[in-house]
């Protein structure tokens, strides 16, 4: 299939256009960027900096991606916007690259979903199958597992990790890491319990959630430090690979707050 610009669109010469491109009326691509495949530009699109969009992606009116980061520290160095397969962003979507006072890339991995008015700042490392709805706010350097959803206008604050599976509940203020598998609710958001109907949907068995529950449970009790339930339970669950996803991501940044529960005692 052929690579189409309509011609009140500006495309730079340098840009790097594959087969099938589709790009609608009154959109800006500059220089460095590349888009795959089959990559789609509704209308009114803007795309800047060293942007490499894969293939069957989607991007609707008044997108704006790979513009310098809203990072002080940001010198203008030479920073990127990676961007996976069959990524779809609506209207008002923003995405910063990465900053040269840390990471220089700005990663999303494949299938993700950006509705209306969402943005992912700069430094952000976004996995597979993410939904990110109306209005959410990701700050810089968030990092965010496969298949997690964020409700609409809930915010992330900087350097914050969010768990595979995880959900953000709407409007929900998020300063504290979010484990796998949890849902999270409220501003300032606080642990609910497990993202159970998610798993449910992507097909994890009755008895892999009846694990996990009983593991949680203990996790979340309030006998003992917190230090030593997360040891009781690496202990009990050592092989079991959803409970451990927990309990690595925890060790992984000691220093970083885990979101709690109310009844949490750390």
Do not use: W
């Not at 969402?118 to 199958?129: K, R, Y």
């Not at 609409?152 to 300063?175: D, E, K, N, Y």
């Not at 497990?194 to 949907?201: A, E, P, Q, Y």
């Not at 997360?230 to 992984?252: P, Q, S, W």
């Amino acid at each position: 299939m052929a690579t189409f610009v309509h011609p009140s669109s500006f495309v730079d010469p340098k840009a790097e256009l594959d087969e099938g491109v589709y790009i609608g009326p009154l959109c800006v691509v500059g220089s460095n960027v590349k888009l795959h495949k089959n990559v789609r530009l509704v209308s009114q699109v803007n795309i800047d900096g060293h942007t490499e969009i894969g293939e069957d992606c989607e991007l609707y009116p008044f997108v704006s991606l790979g513009h310098p980061p809203q990072d002080f520290k940001h010198k203008g160095g030479d920073v990127r916007l990676i961007i996976g397969k069959r990524n779809v962003f609506r209207e008002l979507v923003n995405v910063h690259p990465g900053s040269d006072a840390g990471k220089r890339d700005t990663i999303i991995g494949d299938d993700c979903y950006m509705m209306v008015g969402s943005h992912l700042a700069h430094e952000g490392q976004m996995g597979n199958n993410v939904v990110v709805s109306n209005g959410a706010q990701i700050g810089g350097c968030v990092t965010i597992g496969d298949h997690a959803i964020l409700g609409g206008l809930c915010a992330i604050h900087q350097f914050t990790r969010i768990g595979a599976h995880a959900f953000i509940g709407g409007m929900a203020t998020v300063t504290s890491d979010v484990i796998p598998y949890g849902s999270v609710v409220g501003n300032a958001a606080h642990l609910a319990g497990l993202n159970v109907i998610g798993l449910k949907r992507r097909g994890f068995d009755k008895k892999t959630i009846r694990d996990l529950r009983s593991a949680y449970r203990l996790l979340f009790a309030v006998e003992g430090t917190f230090a030593e339930r997360l040891d009781d339970t690496a202990r009990l669950y050592k092989d079991h690979e959803l409970v451990m996803d927990i309990v690595e991501f925890i060790r992984a940044q000691e220093k970083r707050r885990i979101c709690m529960p109310h009844t949490g005692i750390s």
